[in-house]
């Protein structure tokens, strides 16, 4: 089988939380959407800077029927995190233990 090499970007669509939230694009069935949201806003931090805020970024994936506004946000999952991670009582080493 031939095999093909193309240089190329693709862009991922991407505007902000307020304006997705208004609009009317149904996403394409695995298509990404990025949101940017205005963390400093919608928390309503008062000593936030561009130095100490972190990115707010929102992700979800078309499906070719719903609405931005109707799909679910992009999760991660906890599975990969280890039940004693998960418990109120975490374990204690000593020093020569690590």
Same mark, same amino acid.
């Given at each position: 089988m031939a095999e093909n090499i193309l240089e190329t970007r693709i862009l991922l669509r991407c505007d902000t939380y307020?304006?997705?939230?208004?609009?009317?694009?149904?996403? =394409?069935? @695995?298509? &990404?959407?990025?949101?940017?949201?205005?963390?400093?806003?919608?928390?309503?931090?008062?000593?936030?800077?561009?130095?100490?805020?972190?990115?707010?970024? @929102?992700?979800?994936? @078309?499906? @070719? &029927?719903?609405?931005?506004?109707? =799909?679910?946000?992009?999760q991660g999952v906890a599975a990969d995190v280890y039940n004693w991670a998960k418990s109120a009582v975490k374990p204690s080493y000593t020093a020569s233990e690590i």
């Amino acid at each position: 089988m031939a095999e093909n090499i193309l240089e190329t970007r693709i862009l991922l669509r991407c505007d902000t939380y307020e304006n997705w939230q208004v609009s009317n694009v149904i996403l =394409l069935s @695995g298509e &990404v959407a990025i949101a940017k949201m205005n963390y400093v806003r919608s928390l309503g931090l008062t000593n936030a800077t561009p130095e100490n805020t972190p990115p707010a970024i @929102g992700l979800k994936v @078309g499906d @070719g &029927v719903h609405y931005f506004s109707e =799909l679910p946000w992009v999760q991660g999952v906890a599975a990969d995190v280890y039940n004693w991670a998960k418990s109120a009582v975490k374990p204690s080493y000593t020093a020569s233990e690590i």
